[in-house]
């Protein structure tokens, strides 16, 4: 199969596709055929070597990148309970900062507890752009607290992170004011 790995921290170049077996899952895991994987901030940090720098990235050798992932399940690893049926369509989320593989891979292992069923009226282009934003969002409004009577306002409310913060925000109960260019007024209706 092929990946996009790092060898070593840098600019666009130092992006390589390499041929290896496809992985195989351990306990807790799945593994999805890749139809979709989304760039993040992150995947850019990381081959620019944010992370090494800043000593959260310690190892030395191939960096996978790629979080966010839609696919198709292949196999599940040993002690993977109510496993979402082989062939379905999923999304999840390839988490570690230095993994050996990451999504932007035909193939990727994710922990089994990080796969959601993909609805039929969502691409999985749409899918792959979903996990990690929406978990950015979570994990802001999780450092909020509770929302009883306050109002939260949402900077660039029309991007990846701030289209979920303001879904999930109005969910639990705040009251949600958008803030973002005219020109993606369209979006925030």
């Given at each position: 199969?092929r990946?996009?790995?790092?060898?070593s921290?840098g600019g666009?170049?130092?992006?390589e596709?390499i041929?290896?077996?496809p992985?195989?899952?351990?306990?807790g895991?799945?593994l999805?055929?890749v139809a979709?994987?989304?760039?993040?901030?992150v995947?850019?940090?990381?081959r620019a070597g944010?992370?090494h720098?800043a000593?959260v990235?310690?190892s030395?050798?191939s960096?996978?990148l790629?979080?966010?992932?839609?696919?198709?399940v292949?196999?599940?690893?040993?002690d993977?309970?109510?496993a979402?049926p082989v062939?379905?369509?999923?999304?999840a989320?390839?988490v570690?900062?230095d993994r050996p593989?990451?999504?932007?891979?035909d193939y990727?292992?994710?922990p089994?507890?990080?796969?959601a069923?993909i609805?039929?009226e969502?691409?999985?282009v749409d899918?792959a752009s979903i996990?990690?934003?929406t978990l950015t969002?979570?994990?802001?409004?999780?450092i909020?607290?509770a929302a009883r009577d306050?109002?939260?306002?949402?900077?660039?409310?029309?991007g990846?992170v701030?289209?979920?913060?303001?879904?999930l925000?109005t969910?639990?109960?705040?009251?949600?004011?958008?803030?973002?260019?005219?020109?993606?007024?369209?979006?925030?209706?």
């Open positions: 199969m990946a996009a790995i790092i060898n921290p666009p170049e130092q992006i596709i041929e290896v077996a992985p195989i899952p351990g306990p895991e799945t999805l055929k979709a994987a989304a760039i993040n901030p995947d850019l940090a990381t944010v992370f720098q000593g990235i310690t030395v050798g960096i996978g790629g979080w966010d992932v839609a696919g198709a292949v196999a599940h690893g040993p993977v309970e109510d979402i062939g379905t369509r999923v999304a989320l390839a570690g900062m593989l990451g999504s932007h891979a990727v292992i994710v089994a507890s990080s796969v069923v609805p039929n969502i691409s999985d899918a996990p990690l934003n969002a979570a994990q802001a409004l999780d909020f607290g306050r109002t939260l306002l949402i900077t660039g409310a029309a990846a701030g289209c979920y913060a303001a879904q925000a969910a639990l109960g705040w009251r949600v004011t958008g803030l973002a260019r005219r020109t993606d007024a369209a979006l925030l209706t």
